[in-house]
């Protein structure tokens, strides 16, 4: 039997919500996605997924990161120093 999908956003609010996600950096909106997950409590997770359009496991991830005693919000980096591809080096 198929489970019934609940609703907790107005069709309005979700257009606007998914709007601001999507501009969102990475790290971002993650944090969004756990701190809406934990306003609109358990059961909520899956329909954040199918709105949003990310992975329930992404939407964990964010929840332990805010809910960590020691969450500090910076985003003024996206990756730790060092990561990333390395530059190609002429020969």
């Known amino acids: 039997m198929a489970r019934k999908r609940k609703f907790y956003y107005s069709p309005e609010v979700e257009r606007i919500k998914i709007s601001y996600y999507q501009g969102l950096p990475e790290k971002q909106a993650r944090h969004f996605l756990g701190r809406e997950y934990l306003e609109l409590g358990p059961g909520s997770q899956r329909y954040l997924a199918d709105v949003f359009g990310c992975s329930r496991r992404t939407i964990k991830?964010?929840?332990?990161?805010?809910?960590?005693?020691?969450?500090k919000p910076d985003y003024s980096r996206q990756r730790v120093q060092g990561g990333g591809r390395k530059k190609k080096k002429k020969a």
């Open 61 to 71: 991830k964010g929840v332990d990161q805010v809910s960590a005693p020691d969450f």
